[in-house]
């Protein structure tokens, strides 16, 4: 089992959990939030978790409200935001932190794995260690290992993005 996978964090109804559930399975781990600009992106998340599905793809999203209090609602009040208004099917889970200071575990993890995030092509150098901002993405591959970091405003669909997916799904777990 990988580190990532040994790291405990709460499912949306308080159960706890790992990303040992998904096991063998590609994961994009995003820090979601329901009241930011990038929301949007909820869309074409749930659009790449049904493209992917049935070859072992999942998204899963972890509220954060670190910047601009941008999610302060309960596990509950973010569930129902999420499948009204974006009809998410993905996993999203318990509110956690993601900035420094209090950072989750699991994100320190992810971090330490993948230290810069990928910007939009033109947009800049390589982002820092630090989450820049809700909606930013780690790809974990099958064998539990993050293998790709993408800014916030790299947007799901973005051939960055797809292209990374589709490479990770090809490959088998070591």
């Known amino acids: 089992m990988s580190e990532l996978a040994r790291i405990p964090f709460r499912r949306a109804d308080g159960s706890t959990t790992s990303l040992a559930e998904h096991e063998g399975n590609v994961v994009l781990i995003v820090n979601v939030a329901s009241a930011c600009g990038l929301t949007p992106q909820y869309t074409a998340l749930q659009a790449l978790h049904e493209r992917y599905r049935a070859r072992g793809f999942t998204v899963v999203g972890f509220p954060c409200n670190d910047f601009g209090a941008q999610e302060p ?80 405003d790299v947007p799901p669909d973005h051939a960055l993005v797809t292209s990374a997916i589709e490479a990770a799904l090809a490959r088998q777990s070591s």
């Open 73 to 152: 609602g309960t596990a509950e009040e973010i569930h129902e935001f999420c499948t009204v208004k974006y009809g998410v099917q993905f996993p999203v889970v318990e509110k956690i932190a993601v900035a420094p200071g209090n950072r989750h575990p699991l994100y320190r993890e992810l971090i330490a794995q993948q230290p810069h995030a990928q910007p939009l092509p033109g947009a800049g150098a390589e982002r820092g260690e630090d989450i820049a901002w809700n909606f930013e993405k780690f790809l974990v591959d099958r064998g539990g290992r993050a293998i790709a970091r993408f800014a916030p």
